[in-house]
C-alpha cells in the first residue's frame, strides 16, 4: 500500500502558492531603492547575467550560457512591510539529479544588518515549472528591517519582482562598508553546487562575513583560466581582491600550468597591485583508490607554491597562496554529496578555512 506524500503529512513540506498577487504592490528590484549586487555589468546590460552581453572578445559558449545563471546575485533593501512575497521567471526548470531544486532555482531570504544577517526562508515552489510566486515572509510587526535575498546558484533568472504591502515604507539597505569587490574565478564548486539553498554556497557565506560586495565568476566545468576571461575580469571596476580557484576544471596538469602563470600576468597588467589569493582543489574522494589523481593534486600544489614564491621574489608582494588540502577542515570524508561537490557542511567549512586569510589580506 502507498503512504501518503510527505507534502501531505508536514505542513511545513507543502508549497506555498499564491493566488492573490492583487494585494501586493510589485517592485523590480533593478531600481532604487533597492541594491543589487554580484553583476558587475548591471548598470550597462540591465540583465541579471554575470559577465557582460557582449564582450567584444570571443570566451567559451559554455561559459557565455553559464555567465546567465545567477550565483552570488543578491537584493539588499529595507522595509517595514508585513508580508514580503516574490515572483520569478527563470530560463528553465530545474533538472539537476545531484542538487536540489531549492539550490538550483531558489531564493532564499536572510533578515538584519551586518554582521548579524538570520536565515529566514527559502522559496518552495513546483520544480517543473519555470514560474513560481511564493511569500516569504509574513508578520505582525511593522518595525523596519533589513533583507537580503540570494538568487539562485545553477539557473538563469529573466524575471523577479519583490511583492510588499501597498503602503509599505522601502528603503536602501546600509551601504557596504567598501566599494570595492572580493572577485572569485572558479569552478561548479565556485558556482555553488551542491549548496541546498543559495545562501549556503561558500561565497554567499563569506558575504555575510565582509561588508564587501562579492563576485561570484565560477562557471561549472568551464572556468579553465583562458586569456580572454582574464583580460575580462580585469575590466571590474574597483576589486578589492581576485581569488582564483579554477585549478579543478583544468583536464591536465599540464594545461593549469600553461594557463595559470598567463591569467596572473594578464591581470597584473591592469591591477598591478590588487591581492591576489591562489587556492589550491582539496582532495577529491577518488584519491582513496586512484594514486594518479593524488599525485596529479600534489604536483599541482606544488606548482602553485613555487609560482606565488616566484612573484613574491620578483616584487609582487600582493600573491597569496593558501593550501586546499583541508579545505573541508574535519568532514573531508563526509563534506560532499558526490566525492566532489560540497554539501552545506562542506561548504561551511571551505567559508571557515578561507575566512582568516581573507581578513588578513583585506586589513593589510
Known amino acids: 500500500m502507498k503512504g501518503e506524500q510527505p507534502s501531505k503529512l508536514d505542513g511545513n513540506m507543502t508549497i506555498d502558492e499564491m493566488n492573490q498577487e492583487e494585494q501586493y504592490k510589485w517592485y523590480d528590484p533593478r531600481s532604487k531603492p533597492f541594491t543589487l549586487s554580484g553583476f558587475p555589468w548591471m548598470e550597462e546590460d540591465q540583465i541579471y547575467r554575470r559577465l557582460k ?7 567559451p559558449e ?5 555567465a546567465n545563471c545567477t550565483a552570488g546575485g543578491q537584493i539588499r533593501f529595507q522595509t517595514n512591510s508585513t508580508t514580503l512575497s516574490i515572483k520569478v521567471k527563470l530560463a528553465d526548470a530545474a533538472n539537476m539529479y545531484n542538487m536540489p531544486p531549492t539550490g538550483q532555482c531558489g531564493f532564499d531570504c536572510y533578515i538584519g544588518d551586518f554582521p548579524n544577517h538570520e536565515f529566514y526562508r527559502v522559496t518552495q515552489f513546483d520544480h517543473t515549472e ?4 511564493v511569500t516569504l515572509l509574513e508578520r505582525e510587526n511593522t518595525d523596519p528591517i533589513t533583507i537580503t535575498l ?3 546558484l545553477y539557473q538563469g533568472v529573466e524575471e523577479v519582482y519583490i511583492g510588499l504591502d501597498d503602503n509599505a515604507q522601502i528603503t536602501s539597505a546600509a551601504p557596504y562598508e567598501s566599494s570595492k569587490k572580493i572577485i572569485f574565478y572558479g569552478t561548479s564548486i565556485t558556482q555553488g553546487g551542491c549548496a541546498s ?14 561588508n564587501q560586495e562579492f563576485i561570484n565568476l565560477g562557471f561549472s566545468g568551464n572556468g579553465k583560466g583562458e586569456a580572454n576571461m582574464a583580460k575580462l575580469i580585469s575590466e571590474i571596476f574597483d ?3 581576485l581569488v582564483l580557484d579554477y585549478e579543478p576544471n583544468c583536464v591536465s596538469t599540464a594545461l593549469y600550468k600553461e594557463t595559470l602563470p598567463r591569467f596572473i600576468k594578464l591581470y597584473r597588467q591592469v591591477h598591478p597591485i590588487v591581492p591576489i589569493l591562489l ?3 582539496f582532495p577529491y574522494a577518488a584519491e582513496l583508490i586512484d594514486e594518479q589523481v593524488y599525485n596529479d593534486r600534489i604536483d599541482r600544489l606544488e606548482f602553485q607554491r613555487e609560482l606565488v614564491d616566484k612573484r613574491k621574489r620578483k616584487g609582487d608582494w600582493a600573491i597569496f597562496f593558501h593550501e ?16 566532489v561537490h560540497p554539501n552545506d557542511l562542506g561548504f561551511m567549512r571551505i567559508a571557515d578555512s578561507l575566512t582568516p586569510i581573507l581578513k588578513q589580506i583585506l586589513t593589510n
Open 53 to 59: 552581453k557582449n564582450p567584444g572578445i570571443e570566451i
Open 62 to 66: 559554455a561559459v557565455n550560457q553559464l
Open 130 to 133: 519555470k514560474m513560481y510566486t
Open 150 to 152: 540570494h538568487f539562485p
Open 197 to 210: 539553498r543559495p545562501g549556503l554556497a561558500y561565497t554567499n557565506i563569506l558575504s555575510r562575513r565582509f
Open 239 to 241: 576589486p578589492a581582491c
Open 279 to 281: 587556492v589550491s582543489k
Open 324 to 339: 586546499g588540502t583541508n579545505l573541508l577542515g574535519d568532514v573531508s570524508n563526509e563534506g560532499t554529496v558526490d566525492g
